[in-house]
């Protein structure tokens, strides 16, 4: 069975700075990503990592976020940096494209 369990999340102030981290089991995935739900929005993708290729970024969070994987331990993470009041939202991984099983997600919540 398939599990994504996510972590690291909080409350920062706008400019602040969180790491999330995500651990994957039952399975290992070539594309992993990163996405992310606002209140009243849709579920969207916010990074991803390829085997063996470059990292890609919503325009949102090009040169704030950066994502990393530990291949040997199957997790990923996501740093960001100079966080915005929109960057609040749930955040999850999944593989890219993502399965139908999503974790709890960890709420980031940027405020002053």
């Known amino acids: 069975q398939v599990q994504f369990v996510e972590s690291g999340g909080g409350l920062v102030q706008p400019g602040g700075s969180l790491r999330l981290s995500c651990a994957a089991s039952g399975s290992r995935f070539i594309d992993m990503g990163w996405y992310r739900q606002a209140p009243g929005k849709q579920r969207e993708l916010v990074a991803v990592v390829i085997a063996g290729g470059t990292p890609t970024y919503a325009d949102s969070v090009k040169g704030r976020f950066t994502i990393s994987r530990d291949n040997a331990k199957n997790t990923v993470a996501l740093q960001m940096n100079s966080l915005k009041p929109d960057d609040t939202a749930v955040y999850y991984c999944?593989?890219?494209?993502?399965?139908?099983?999503w974790g709890q997600g960890t709420q980031v919540t940027v405020s002053s």
């Open positions: 999944n593989s890219h494209p993502p399965l139908r099983s």
